[in-house]
């Protein structure tokens, strides 16, 4: 493992530990890595001094602010993702019909004009998703997260 300082296209510096140099080359240019502190991905090397271990300095150190403000905003991302789930979950519920483990008879009928086109949802076991998939009829698989329980 290696731990370079990083240096946004902002100005913002933080640290990244990367398996090798290699990983953070090929990261880089993939634009995977991202400022934890303005999410920009245009990400080089910034100037660093060598560390060297000696017994002094091998106490650990205390959390940089920059991993707490990773982790802030790697918080605040999840909880809006929860959130964007949610609202998703419950558009569909009150403008599709639910039909249950019937999902991939209802979606065949509605693919081939038996029935009028409406928005489903409901149940497929992966089998009948590979099933729909290779007659070419379109569908979207998602995970509902659980509702949060009421107090």
């Known amino acids: 493992m290696i731990l370079y300082d990083l240096k946004c296209a902002s100005g ?3 640290e990244a530990w990367f398996k090798d140099m290699a990983s953070f ?3 880089s240019a993939a634009h995977e890595v991202e400022c934890p502190l303005c999410g920009n991905r ?6 660093m001094a060598p560390h060297v271990v000696t017994r002094a300095s ?6 940089p602010a920059a991993q ?9 991302l999840l909880e809006q993702i929860h959130k964007t789930m949610a609202e998703l979950r419950d558009h569909v519920e009150k403008n599709c019909d639910y039909v249950g483990e019937r999902f991939s008879e209802e979606a065949r009928r509605i693919h081939y004009g038996e029935v009028d086109p409406r928005g489903i949802y ?6 009948q998703a590979k099933a ?6 379109e569908f979207q698989r998602l995970a509902w997260l659980p509702r949060p329980k009421k107090s």
């Open 12 to 14: 913002h510096v933080f």
């Open 25 to 27: 080359d090929a990261q």
């Open 42 to 47: 245009e990400v080089v090397k910034a100037p």
């Open 58 to 63: 091998a106490a650990p150190a205390e959390r």
């Open 68 to 76: 707490d403000a990773a982790e802030a905003r790697g918080q605040e």
């Open 122 to 127: 409901g149940e497929a076991s992966d089998e």
């Open 132 to 137: 729909l998939k290779d007659e070419g009829i």
